[in-house]
């Protein structure tokens, strides 16, 4: 917090509670020349009256002590702008604390899982239920709680592996991330016509029906342009992320207009590095669990 901020905050504070003071000071007693029965002159009803009483004492002093709490508050927690508070006090360290403390009771528990193979893992049924129960607070917000994904991200149960479904994969892609990046390529191809018959060749290649004779003229601009990633008859390339583009399993839509953008604009998708936020061991779970979804015979014996 900036200097200016700081004393902002401080002198806003002051200024509340010198303000509460001075009004219940000016509210706890009369003025000069006021009498116990004089009213505020308001009239409701033509007979009904309010008088101008002082507050109760009880009321008045209760509120003198939470004034004087709420100083006391403020010299022991931070609350006066960069004033750190005498107690030392911090949300971050409180937060620090229950996360070791938390940490201290579950190591042991993940202690035996600690770099044993993730097939191996994938057969335990308490593995599974700890991957599962991690998934679902880290992964499920992007991929569903069925792992079925959606739109722009994966579906992580039905055996289609962009980078590939590979025990030790799956691990690396949750500690480092991925990041799959298709460049558009409108300019490339030159026209709008080029980027209908590519599209439509795209199409063809999951088995949609389309036109033969668009589908024949993107044929070699396909192979011209974007085999060098998806192959010459694309099937993928899980080195690059390049998805297979036969299969019918698409991840930003198979229809026409979804390939056209996808191809016209490009496609930037990223799966955010996780070996800070869960550590090798957690991860080891989650990767575990995601496996043995895609092995049924295993996963039905685990589950």
Known sequence: MSAFWSWFII???????????????????????????????????????????????????????????????????????????????????????HVAAAQEKLAPLFARFEGRPIDEIARDPEAIRLGQSIYGNFCATCHGSDARGAKGFPNLVDGNWQWGGEPETILQTILHGRQAVMPPFAAVLGSEQAVTEVAVYVQSLSGQRVDPALASAGKPRFEMVCAACHGVEGK?????????????????????????????????????????????????????????????AEAGAAQ
């Open 11 to 97: 002198v806003l504070v002051v200024v509340n509670i010198a303000g509460c003071v001075w009004l219940l000071w000016l509210t706890s007693k009369r003025r000069k020349g006021e009498q116990p029965e004089d009213t505020t002159g308001h009239v409701w009803d033509g007979d009904l009256r309010e008088y101008n009483k002082p507050l109760p004492k009880w009321w008045i002093n209760l509120f003198y002590l939470t004034i004087v709490f709420s100083i006391g508050y403020l010299i022991w927690y931070p609350g006066l702008g960069n004033f750190a508070g005498t107690s030392g006090w911090t949300s971050a360290g409180e937060h620090d604390a």
């Open 236 to 296: 993928g390339n899980p080195m690059l992320g390049a998805p297979d583009l036969t299969d019918n399993v698409w991840l930003y839509g198979g229809d026409f207009d979804s390939i056209r953008t996808a191809i016209v604009n490009g496609r930037n998708g990223q799966m955010p590095a996780h070996k800070d936020i869960l550590g090798e061991t957690r991860a080891r779970l989650v990767a575990a669990w995601v496996y043995a979804r895609n092995q049924p």
